[in-house]
């Protein structure tokens, strides 16, 4: 049985290890075998917004919530609607020069692996293999009876075919692929149900706001930390346990801790450094110096 740290987040007010120097960076990634955990920082540049920073959409709107989706049909209609336009806006994203850059590490062995709390596909998509999707992925459906995975594409044809008057005008795109969209045009959409079995539900394979991350998914994070030398945070404030665990695991291992995030986060106590600056130019530096 894994034994638990006892660490906790500092208090307001600590001073952290806040820099704008790549060194200690440097220095730790060019020892190999680290493991990246990135979070919706790192697809900022690519023009998908993050929930918790500065213009973070948490200050202005709800994500769904797995209960909601589960227990009501109206929300799993609006859910839908919405996420209908905004997987549009997701599938025009492109890699940006942070993921790139993780690519191009990842590739010249210096980052033995990749955990990330994103649903976008950008890792992948700028050539990064075997990335852990800790939150699941927007390019996949699973249905909640049958639990049959199909791909998000297909959805997409069947919703446009069950909507063929469908108008709605997204006003702003979500982390978590879904828009803003005005009540009427909600409440006009039509939601598909599942070809396989013919009455489940459909649902994003993603992890929803108090929805659990599969265990066996956690175990896998897990083993990459174990097997690593170094932890490398890209983008992610760590306010929800979902991803802060394995920062907590790999210091109390004492493995180095290094975090890349414009501002602070929950994790700072336990990392080496935490360097304040755009991930793109930071991460296409460092692959500068040390590949």
């Known amino acids: 049985m894994r034994t638990k740290p006892?660490?906790?987040?500092?208090?307001?007010?600590?001073?952290?290890?806040?820099?704008?120097?790549?060194?200690?960076?440097?220095?730790?990634?060019?020892?190999?075998?680290?493991?990246?955990?990135?979070?919706?920082?790192?697809s900022t540049e690519s023009g998908i917004p993050d929930y918790r920073g500065e213009t973070g959409s948490l200050r202005r709107h709800t994500p769904?919530?797995?209960?909601?989706?589960?227990?009501?049909?109206?929300?799993?209609?609006?859910?839908?609607?919405?996420?209908?336009?905004?997987?549009?806006?997701?599938?025009?994203?492109?890699?940006n020069d942070g993921h790139r850059a993780v690519a191009a590490l990842r590739a010249a062995g210096f980052v033995s692996g990749?955990?990330?709390?994103?649903?976008d596909g950008l890792h992948q998509a700028a050539g990064t293999p075997g990335v852990v999707?800790?939150?699941?992925?927007?390019?996949?459906?699973?249905?909640?009876?049958?639990?049959t995975l199909s791909a998000r594409a297909e959805l997409d044809r069947r919703l446009r075919a069950a909507n063929p008057l469908f108008e709605g005008e997204a006003t702003r795109i979500n982390p978590d692929g879904d828009v803003?969209?005005?009540?009427?045009?909600?409440?006009?959409?039509?939601?598909?149900?599942?070809?396989?079995c013919e009455s489940g539900v459909l649902k994003p394979d993603v992890v929803f706001f108090g929805e659990n991350v599969p265990k066996d998914r956690v175990e896998q994070c897990y083993r990459l930390v174990d097997e690593a030398a170094a932890l490398l945070v890209l983008g992610s404030s760590l306010t929800v346990m979902s991803g802060l665990r394995?920062?907590?695991?790999?210091a109390a291992a004492g493995k180095p801790v290094v975090i890349v995030n414009q501002g602070p986060t929950r994790g700072d106590r336990y990392a080496a450094a935490r360097i304040d600056l755009p991930l793109g130019p930071a991460l296409t530096e460092l692959v500068g110096r040390v590949a």
Not at 13 to 33: F, I, K, N, Q
């Open 133 to 147: 999707e800790l939150h699941g992925s927007l390019d996949r459906v699973i249905c909640l009876g049958c639990r």
């Open 180 to 196: 803003e969209l005005a009540e009427d045009a909600v409440r006009a959409f039509r939601p598909v149900g599942c070809t396989a």
């Open 64 to 95: 769904m919530t797995y209960d909601e989706f589960v227990g009501s049909a109206e929300g799993r209609r609006r859910y839908w609607a919405r996420s209908h336009l905004g997987w549009h806006a997701i599938t025009r994203a492109t890699p």
């Open 246 to 250: 394995f920062v907590r695991h790999a």
């Open 6 to 42: 006892t660490l906790t987040w500092a208090p307001t007010g600590e001073t952290w290890p806040r820099t704008t120097s790549l060194d200690t960076l440097a220095d730790v990634v060019a020892r190999r075998g680290v493991v990246v955990l990135s979070g919706a920082g790192i």
């Open 114 to 119: 990749v955990i990330t709390q994103n649903v």
